[in-house]
């Protein structure tokens, strides 16, 4: 298989891989931060890029390898006619013109270096985990002959899929850092990463996006929403990623089909209920019977989280109506959080088992029908 053909583990599908990306959105606060240490002269030499999955961390990765290599030190004379020191910047935007902007969209910058999974000869996939191997391979790097101002930047994405011995080949470049040398570390998880690792990184930490950015994101991405941005928002938890997934599946329609029906309870409309469940039956829904599931426990979580603190901002019309009703006060709250822990396991089981989809997603309509009623 050519590179070209080999899928990578960093890109959404049906979106531009962040290092197209050519501007950051939503994300202000961790530019800010990241600028004002560069502005400062001291910068630091391992940053970690946190915050939900989906939310820009590897677009700021490649946008900050993108600044580091096309802007020279604070301070330093930018060449002009009387050796003027350069402007402190105000932002990470690189032209799409500049040479290093184009060297890195074509993958060429000398300066840069890409880890994420590697693709598996053997078994014709992606590996499942990033190797010792993969991180050890830095350090022909590392020797080579510093370039564009003698500054070198790395991109793990993600550092939490690096194995144990990959961990620790990484914890020994931070601990003993490279002259020059930044590493950014994407990580979904930072919990599953070395204490050692996390203790000597800066963290960036992103937030979710609000619908006025997820649909600028969304129409940067080439992806229309299709006037559902807000409810893309509120049903991705602000991903612009999980986003792109809700609507090459469909999601929002699923997501109005599954309020629409629950608001029948505790009658339930059995006809309804059968034609979801027998969409989900049909040969190659494995994706959409897995989007549907996660919807239905999204639903649960925010009936419980409705009881608990009052409807959240209303994802598809009528759920707010849905909300209150089902779950006016914490003790509902908390029977719709039973509720879910038990639709959850036991879609779990019957996913493990091969139950038949139909047959599963019947099961979990019930079982919610049977708390309404309670």
């Known amino acids: ?43 630091h030499h391992g940053w970690l890029i946190t915050g939900p999955r989906g939310v820009g961390k590897a677009t700021l990765a490649w946008s900050l390898a993108r600044f580091l290599l096309a802007t020279p030190d604070p301070g330093a004379d930018d060449g002009g006619l009387f050796g003027d020191a350069a402007p402190a910047p105000d932002s990470l935007d690189i032209p799409a013109d500049h040479p290093v902007a184009r ?24 590996r499942d985990r990033i190797l010792a191997d993969d991180v050890r391979s830095l350090n022909q790097f590392l020797h080579l002959s510093a370039t564009e101002g003698g500054r070198r930047v790395v991109i793990i ?54 619908a006025p950015d997820m649909e600028q994101a969304l129409s ?46 505790p009658l339930l409309d059995r006809p309804r209920a059968l034609k979801l469940a027998e969409a989900a039956a049909t040969r190659g829904a494995e994706e959409k019977l897995d989007l549907l599931l996660g919807l239905t426990d999204l639903l649960l979580a925010r009936l419980a989280r409705g009881g608990a603190l009052g409807p959240p901002p209303e994802a598809v019309p009528g759920e707010a109506d849905l909300i209150a009703r089902l779950a006016p006060d914490a003790h509902r709250g908390r029977v719709w959080a039973d509720c879910a822990e038990s639709v959850g396991a036991r879609a779990r089981h019957g996913r493990a088992v091969n139950l038949d989809p139909a047959a599963l997603v019947l099961d979990t309509v019930f079982k919610i029908q049977q708390t309404a009623a309670g």
């Open 103 to 126: 060297r890195i969209a074509a993958g060429s910058d000398p300066g840069l270096y890409h880890i994420t999974r590697s693709f598996n000869e053997k078994t014709g996939r992606l």
């Open 157 to 210: 994405d993600s550092a939490d899929e690096m194995n144990t011995q990959a961990a620790n080949a990484l914890l020994k470049m931070l601990e003993e850092p490279p002259a020059r040398t930044v590493l950014l570390l994407v990580s979904h998880q930072p919990s599953r990463l070395l204490p050692t690792i996390r203790s000597r990184c800066r963290e960036l930490r992103l937030v979710p996006l609000s």
């Open 1 to 43: 298989m050519s590179d070209d053909a080999r899928p990578e583990p960093d890109r959404v599908e049906g979106a531009p891989h962040p290092r197209e990306t050519p501007r950051l959105i939503g994300q202000g606060a961790a530019e800010r931060a990241f600028l004002d240490v560069f502005n400062s002269g001291r910068l």
């Open 220 to 265: 940067q991405a080439g992806v229309d929403p299709g006037g559902d941005a807000a409810a893309l928002a509120e049903l991705s938890a602000g991903s612009v990623g999980e986003a792109v997934r809700l609507i090459n599946l469909g999601g929002v329609a699923m997501y109005r089909e599954l309020v629409e029906i629950a608001a029948t309870m």
